[in-house]
């Protein structure tokens, strides 16, 4: 089982590192804790597991608190339906270094 990996506090804030994997890791010491979610996982063309609308549902479902910010380089149709269905409101973004889109998006914030 991987280790959840605590890093230095940002903004006073705990903050933790999830090592991703093709199945979700599951750490039920952070499970619906987690509220912000910068979500790095790769390119979907090296890592097509972890971009996958169930997969990414479950992640969400499973790490984000009730007040959730998350965010991402990317701006794919399947992230952004997983995170409509956990109830997050998208924003659009301009994207980083030269791509069209990034997501931003929150849960009662």
């Known amino acids: 089982m991987p280790v959840l990996l605590e890093l230095e506090p940002v903004l006073g804030l705990k903050t933790y590192k999830v090592p991703l994997e093709n199945e979700l890791t599951y750490l039920p010491q952070v499970q619906g804790q987690i509220q912000g979610i910068l979500f790095d996982a ?9 971009w996958q609308e169930a997969y990414l549902t479950n992640l969400i479902n499973y790490y984000s608190s009730s007040n959730c910010l998350f965010t991402t380089y990317a701006s794919t149709s399947s992230l952004k339906r997983a995170l409509k269905s956990c109830g997050f409101t998208l924003e659009n973004r301009a994207g980083f270094e030269g791509k069209k889109e990034s997501t931003w998006a929150t849960k009662n914030l």
């Open 42 to 50: 790769y390119s979907s063309k090296t890592s097509q597991a972890l």
